[in-house]
Nanobody, 126 residues
Framework: QVLLVESGGGLVQAGGSLRLSCAAS????????MGWFRQSPGKEREFVAAIARTPVNTYYADFVEGRFTVSRDNPENTAWLQMNNLKPEDTAVYSC???????????????????WGQGTQVTVSS
């Protein structure tokens, strides 16, 4: 059984930082791209960031604007999303996902991922 478990969400003031973790089990972690997505009430889920199977290639949504960093440790079966200079509009449930697609279109789309975590709430106050 594949499990992806996020942690590290919480309440932070604007300008603050959070580091989200995604612990994976039940899959060959190093074989999968890892993605981060977010969803806020009334909005569709949107791509945030992704990292290739080896931590060489990373991908970010335009709205990240250099504030977030995605990373992974394959022996630890863990991925992270470091979020700095958070803004109120970053408030959402953040989920990690694992997929084995290789095209950019699928790396940045939720249909490109096979396994999903339950999500962790990030709330940024103004």
């Amino acid at each position: 059984q594949v499990l992806l478990v996020e942690s590290g969400g919480g309440l932070v003031q604007a300008g603050g930082s959070l580091r989200l973790s995604c612990a994976a089990s039940g899959l060959s972690f190093s074989s999968y791209y890892m993605g981060w997505f977010r969803q806020s009430p009334g909005k569709e889920r949107e791509f945030v960031a992704a990292i290739a199977r080896t931590p060489v290639n990373t991908y970010y949504a335009d709205f990240v604007e250099g504030r977030f960093t995605v990373s992974r440790d394959n022996p630890e079966n863990t991925a992270w999303l470091q979020m700095n200079n958070l803004k109120p509009e970053d408030t959402a449930v953040y989920s990690c996902a694992a997929g084995d697609r290789r095209t950019l279109a699928l790396i940045t789309a939720d249909r490109g991922y096979d396994y999903w975590g339950q999500g962790t709430q990030v709330t940024v106050s103004s």
